[in-house]
């Protein structure tokens, strides 16, 4: 069973920035993709962004050109750099690893951005 801890959420003013991590219990390497998804309330978790294990980055739309999605193998540690921070990004964050057919998801953390 893999482990997923994700850290770094909290409240932000519109425009702000925020770093979350996901430390994994597993060589990130051993991934196929890790991730980051969030789920506002009252609507179903979206994918935000995710990076293969060749480094391949995957973003939504309405985060590209704000969030940055990087991994850092020595650490097992994907990190979400989060910039220009809106209302509408305010959700819960989920760390999620693919190996093979078997999806992990961590707790999640919960960024808030309000004035």
């Known amino acids: 069973q893999v482990q997923l801890v994700e850290s770094g959420g909290g409240l932000v003013q519109p425009g702000g920035s925020l770093s979350l991590s996901c430390a994994a219990s597993a060589s990130i390497s051993s991934f196929n993709r890790m991730g980051w998804y969030r789920q506002a309330p009252g609507k179903q978790r979206e994918l935000v962004a995710d990076?293969?294990?060749?480094?391949?980055?995957v973003y939504a739309d309405s985060v590209k050109g704000r969030f940055t999605i990087s991994g850092d193998n020595a650490k097992n540690t994907v990190y979400l750099q989060m910039n220009s921070l809106k209302f509408e990004d305010t959700a819960v964050y989920y760390c999620?690893?693919?190996?093979?057919?078997?999806?992990?998801w961590g707790q999640g953390t919960q960024v808030t951005v309000s004035s």
């Open positions: 990076i293969s294990s060749g480094g391949t980055t």
């Open positions: 999620n690893a693919v190996r093979g057919l078997l999806f992990n």
